[in-house]
Structures are given as structure tokens and as C-alpha cells.
């Protein structure tokens, strides 16, 4: 297997994006499948790498980042030692971050045989599904699209953060990273941002406009975004196929860090899921 880790790329005034891929050589023309964490994530949280590595044995190139203002840093990409930069994200940061990396793996993997750089899978985790879907319905270079626990809906989230005169008015609000114990701030511009973009950022919208294969996975023991959100997914995405997984939360019972070398039970099924729909 070819993994390649923390690759970093420069993106001139804006702010880098690391990444990793994964991928065999003994299959040519293989799809790329490109994965985006959620809120307060990032690339190696967890079992990610182990479903990296799942997916790439299966025939997959797997190809994951971090988001540009996800918290971490080039040189510190695990937990968020960059407040500051966590503080100024929002979605539409995020969608010119996953636009870039699909630039960079067609071109990255433009010559070679082993992958095929026309055929792009986007996946999503939470947050990170919202932003698949959006990217999906706006660009023709995704064919497929596999969300995980993701939610349905940015504008309840974002108008809910809290008092919004308060925030307007102290410019910032925090919110409490349980496992961290930090107090990660939003900006006031995060709002202004979802209420300038509001129409694009509207994955209800986005989700009625997919033609593309769709697999939806969520869990029936997911107490961070329900299952209603998924049902919700399913019930807009035109042909989309909705996998319950069995007695999973929220990230398909796996924690951080994963010290096992195996996948959860219910993680595997997810890569089974994935492999399935990324190989058909």
C-alpha cells in the first residue's frame, strides 16, 4: 500500500490544507474517494485512519484532509491548537477547502494508472456530510456520495449557537469541547457568512438536486444528530439508499484516540458500505 501522510498544500494567501492518501498497486483505474470530517474533527481523529486503510485494501484510492480552519495547524494537525483560525471558519470556507482538494487529486493523480481521477466518491461525517451534499449538487466532477451521521440542516444549527444580539454584540460566542475541555469561540462572522450565502448553504435544496448514487449511513444509537436527520436525507435525495447501522452512535462506536487495530463492529460495516457503493 502507498500511504502518503501530512502532505502539505499551498494554496498561496490562503491557509494550507494537509493531507493524506492512501492507495494500492495492484488494481489500475481506481475511484477516488475523498472524506471530510465534521465539527471539531479532523483527518486523524480516531479510527480514521484504520478506515482509510480499509478502504484503500478494498480498491479505493482514499484520500483525507483537514479542513483549512479546522483548529489544527501544518505542524500540530491533531486537536486544535489554533483557536484563533477555528474561530473564523464557516461553511463556505469549507466548500473552497473540499473544491481544492478535488482539484488537487484530479491533478495529483492525472498520470496515474492506478487511480482513475474522473471517477470522485465524497464523503462526509456530520458537519462534514452537510458539506458533501452542497459539493455534490454543485459540482459535476463528484459521481458518487456517501454521507455518515450527517446532518440535515445548517441554518437550525447555526441560528441556535445563541443569543444572536449578544453575539453580534460581543463579536463572539464559545462553545465547550467535552473531550478537550477547551472554549472554542465562533466568530459573529460565521453567522453573517451563513446568512450571505443562505440560498447556496441550503442542503435541503442541494439534496433535491442529486441525480448522483447516494448511500446515506447512520446510526440507530446516535444521540448527536438523530436518525430523523438521515430519514430526511433519504426522503429529498432522489434513488439514495439509507443504511441503518445497528447499536452505533455517533462515530459508529469508536472514540479518541483508538488504540485497536481493529475497526468497531459497527465501523466495519460502514466500510463495507462505502466499499460497496465505491466499487459498484
Known amino acids: ?42 483527518k486523524d481523529w480516531g479510527a480514521w485512519n484504520l478506515l482509510a486503510t480499509s478502504i484503500a485494501n478494498a480498491g479505493s484510492c482514499f484520500i483525507k484532509f483537514n479542513f483549512s480552519h479546522n483548529g489544527g495547524t501544518v505542524n ?37 494508472a492506478f487511480v482513475d481521477s474522473n471517477n470522485i466518491c465524497l464523503i462526509g461525517h456530520s458537519r462534514g456530510g452537510g458539506i458533501a451534499v452542497l459539493k ?32 453580534k454584540d460581543t463579536g463572539v460566542k464559545y462553545v465547550l469541547n467535552g473531550r478537550t475541555k477547551q472554549q472554542m469561540p465562533h466568530y459573529y462572522q460565521f453567522y453573517k457568512d451563513f446568512k450571505d450565502h443562505e440560498n447556496r448553504l441550503n442542503i435541503k435544496k442541494a439534496a433535491k438536486r442529486l441525480t448522483i448514487p447516494t448511500s446515506i449511513l447512520h446510526g440507530d444509537k446516535d444521540t448527536s444528530i438523530l436518525l430523523k436527520e438521515a430519514e430526511e436525507l433519504h426522503t ?13 452512535d455517533h462515530v459508529f462506536n469508536t472514540k479518541h484516540p483508538w488504540s485497536l487495530k481493529n475497526l468497531s463492529i459497527e465501523l466495519n460495516s460502514v466500510s463495507e458500505a462505502i466499499i460497496r457503493l465505491a466499487l459498484a
Open 1 to 42: 500500500m502507498v500511504i502518503k501522510k501530512n502532505i502539505v498544500l499551498k494554496r498561496g494567501p490562503k491557509k494550507p490544507l494537509l493531507i493524506d492518501t492512501f492507495y494500492k498497486t495492484k488494481k489500475n483505474k481506481q475511484p477516488i474517494v475523498i472524506f471530510c470530517h465534521g465539527y471539531k474533527g479532523f
Open 76 to 112: 500540530n494537525p491533531i486537536d486544535f491548537t489554533d483557536l484563533e483560525a477555528f474561530g473564523h471558519n464557516n461553511y463556505t470556507k469549507e466548500l473552497d477547502d473540499l473544491d481544492a482538494i478535488i482539484s488537487w487529486a484530479q491533478q495529483q493523480f492525472k498520470n496515474n
Open 136 to 167: 455534490a449538487a454543485e459540482d459535476n466532477r463528484v459521481k458518487k456520495l456517501i454521507t455518515l451521521a450527517s446532518v440535515s440542516d445548517f441554518g437550525r444549527r447555526t441560528v441556535t449557537i445563541g443569543n444572536l444580539k449578544e453575539w
Open 236 to 248: 429529498w435525495i432522489p434513488h439514495s439508499e439509507l443504511v441503518i447501522i445497528k447499536n452505533a
